[in-house]
């Protein structure tokens, strides 16, 4: 089984809708990651949570969401999804060791969505 | 925040032939990331280099940091069609370990032709 896991894998919605993105991961880490990708402009961080109680946004976090339901589980939303949120979004782990710790982050599979 | 310059953006490589992709950084480097994404997957870590001079290799891809240049360059020798995909690099936004996110280069596509 994968250890980070998304849902959906894909995804069509209209604009004005919400939306949810889900991750799972069986890694036992406690930082989690939301990226997108769109074309050209590579990966981009979203928020990011260190536990529980701790999420911090990122470079692009308008129009976005998250909640941090347990530890092994970190879900993106969409309040009001607009086309130009349309991109491939990806989860991520990481492990804590030390602040300054050098620690590669897992990446799941991705979600595909596209706002009509 | 760092930002991360690649090249190029795409190459077309000879099966068999070597090659090498660069990632260059608008503040110093103090570790850097390695990650290949197939199109429209998941991103899988190859390898990652925490000090000036440091290489690591891994199979036919080998990866330097120059700390001085600002730079890490990623070599893969006698390239194979597994070889095909987006190379990206990717530094910690604030702290060297990324415990804060990570930034990425736009990433490098690679085909190999048979």
């Known amino acids: 089984d994968a250890d980070v896991t998304q849902t959906p894998r894909n995804r069509i919605t209209k604009t004005g809708k919400r939306i949810m993105l889900e991750c799972s991961q069986t890694k036992g880490h406690d930082r989690m990651y939301w990226y997108r990708q769109d074309p050209g402009l590579g990966l981009r961080l979203i928020y990011y949570?260190?536990?529980?109680?701790?999420?911090n946004k990122g470079e692009i976090s308008d129009g976005y969401s998250v909640s941090r339901q347990a530890q092994a589980k970190f879900s993106l939303s969409l309040e009001s999804a607009i086309p130009n949120q349309t991109a491939l979004y990806f989860c991520?782990?990481?492990?804590?060791?030390?602040?300054?710790?050098?620690?590669?982050?897992?990446f799941g599979p991705g979600t595909r969505l596209t706002v009509l | 925040s760092q930002e991360l310059e690649q090249s190029p953006q795409s190459l077309i490589v000879q099966e068999g032939k070597n090659l090498t992709i660069n990632c260059t950084s608008s503040k110093t480097l103090y570790g850097l990331y390695w990650y290949k994404q197939k199109y429209g997957e998941g991103l899988i870590f190859l390898m990652m280099?925490?000090?000036?001079?440091e290489e690591k290799s891994h199979e036919k891809i080998t990866a330097k940091l120059d700390e001085k240049k600002q730079q890490s360059s990623l070599h893969i020798t006698a390239s194979q069609p597994s070889h095909a995909g987006i190379y990206l690099c990717?530094?910690?936004?604030?702290?060297?370990?990324?415990?804060?996110?990570?930034?990425f280069g736009k990433g490098t596509h690679l085909i190999i032709q048979p």
């Open positions: 991520a782990t990481s492990d804590f060791k030390t602040a300054t710790s050098y620690n590669e982050q897992f």
């Open positions: 990717g530094a910690g936004r604030y702290s060297g370990g990324g415990a804060d996110g990570l930034t």
């Open positions: 280099l925490q000090k000036g001079g």
């Open positions: 949570s260190f536990d529980v109680k701790d999420i």
